[in-house]
């Protein structure tokens, strides 16, 4: 089990950036692929990104490639997501994600630990 602190969230303008931080503690960070994912207000929770375990690879949804980046430091336990060009449709909650495996059950929602979440607001 690991255990998962979003931080960063924040109202921020059309056009600007944010940093999202997510702390993990517990089991070996290293040994989780990790990702965010978010929920607008009356849509479904969906992916935004990945990476994994050694931070080599990262898989991105559509409406953020380009923009978004997400990055991991294994001896500081902590995954970021750096977000530019924001938009007024990136408005969520942002959630930090955590699970031993990797691929496709990423895109699927199909990861086992959680976090509660930080709030992104884009004004246009």
């Known amino acids: 089990q690991v255990q998962l602190v979003e931080s960063g969230g924040g109202l921020v303008q059309a056009g600007g950036s944010l940093r999202l931080s997510c702390a993990a503690s517990?089991?070996?960070?290293?040994?989780?692929?990790m990702g965010w994912f978010r929920q607008a207000p009356g849509k479904e929770r969906e992916f935004v990104a990945a990476i994994s375990w050694g931070g080599g690879s990262t898989d991105y949804a559509d409406s953020v490639k380009g923009r978004f980046t997400i990055s991991r430091d294994n001896a500081k336990n902590t995954v970021y997501l750096q977000m530019n060009s924001l938009k007024p449709e990136d408005t969520a909650v942002y959630y930090c994600?955590?699970?031993?495996?990797?691929?496709?059950?990423?895109?699927?929602?199909?990861?086992?630990?959680w976090g509660k979440g930080t709030l992104v607001t884009v004004s246009s």
């Open positions: 994600a955590a699970d031993p495996s990797w691929g496709s059950s990423w895109v699927r929602g199909r990861v086992h630990n």
């Open positions: 517990g089991r070996t960070f290293s040994s989780y692929a």
